[in-house]
C-alpha cells in the first residue's frame, strides 16, 4: 500500500494530499460497488439466499472481493493500469488511495469472518466433531498470514517511516504486499477450488467470488513475474 503498495522510493512529504477527493470517490465506488453487486446477484438473485443473511454473510464476500480488487490495482496503476499518467501527484494519491483502502476492507472482513466462522455457515471447514478440519485450518492459516503481511505494508507506508527505516528497508516492507497477495491466492485456493472444478453448478454460469478473488490476486503477481523476468532478459 505503498504510500499504496507500490515499490516508488518517495519520502512522506511527497505524498501530501487529501485521498478523498473527487477521482478517489469515483474510484472506490467502482471498486467497491461491482464487488458487492456481484456477490448480491450470484448469491441473493441466482442461488436464492435469503436477504436476512446480506449484512453479514454475503456482504462478508463482496468485501472480501472489493479488499483484493483495491490492493491489486494499487500495484498496478503506473504498470498495467494506465491512470492520470500526467499527472504524477493525482496517480500517487490514487496508489495510496487503492492501498489503505484495501487494507481497511481486508480487516474487516476478518473481522467479519471471525462473528461468522462455524458449522452452521461453513460445514466444509468441520468435522461431525465441531472440530475444523485440514481445508478449514489451511484456510484460515493463509488468511492470518496474509493479514499479517498486509499489516507490515501499512505500517511502512505511515508517511514518517520512510525516513526512520531508509529507502531499501521501506522497500522491503512494501514488497511485502506481494507476498500477501501470494497467500490470499492460497486462502481463497484452498477455501474453494473444488467449486471452481464444477463450472455446471455455477450459479447462472457466474463463478464464485473465491475465484474472481484468485484470478485477480494474481494479475499484479503475474506482471511482476513478467517484469523481472524481462529485466533478466536486458541484462
Request: hydrophobic share 50%.
Amino acid at each position: 500500500m505503498s504510500c499504496g503498495l507500490q515499490e516508488t522510493e518517495l519520502s512522506g512529504d511527497e505524498f501530501e494530499g487529501r485521498l478523498i477527493q473527487t477521482f478517489t470517490v469515483r474510484w472506490l465506488i467502482l471498486l467497491l460497488g461491482v464487488p458487492v453487486t456481484y456477490a448480491i446477484v450470484r448469491y441473493h438473485v441466482f442461488s436464492g439466499i435469503d436477504w436476512s443473511h446480506f449484512p453479514l454473510f454475503i456482504a462478508n464476500k463482496g468485501v472480501s472481493l472489493s479488499a483484493v480488487f483495491f490492493i491489486a490495482t494499487s500495484y498496478l496503476i503506473g504498470k498495467t493500469v494506465r491512470a492520470y499518467e500526467s499527472d504524477s501527484e493525482k496517480q500517487l494519491i490514487l496508489i495510496k488511495f487503492c492501498g489503505l483502502i484495501g487494507f481497511s476492507l481486508a480487516s474487516i472482513h476478518a473481522l467479519m469472518s471471525l462473528l461468522l466462522i462455524s458449522p452452521a455457515y461453513y460445514p466444509k471447514f468441520f468435522l461431525d466433531s465441531g472440530k475444523m478440519n485440514l481445508t478449514g485450518e489451511s484456510t484460515m492459516v493463509f488468511g492470518i498470514l496474509s493479514m499479517w503481511c498486509l499489516a507490515v505494508t501499512a505500517i511502512t507506508s505511515l508517511p514518517f517511516m520512510y525516513d526512520a527505516v531508509g529507502a531499501e528497508r521501506w522497500q522491503r516492507g512494501q514488497r511485502m504486499g506481494y507476498l500477501s497477495l501470494s497467500l490470499a491466492a492460497g486462502h481463497v485456493l484452498v477455501m474453494g477450488y473444488s467449486g471452481w472444478l464444477t463450472p455446471g453448478h455455477w450459479h447462472a454460469g457466474l463463478p464464485p467470488v473465491s475465484l474472481v478473488a484468485f484470478a485477480a490476486a494474481m494479475v499484479p503477481l503475474l506482471v511482476k513475474i513478467f517484469a523481472n523476468a524481462t529485466r533478466a532478459r536486458t541484462i
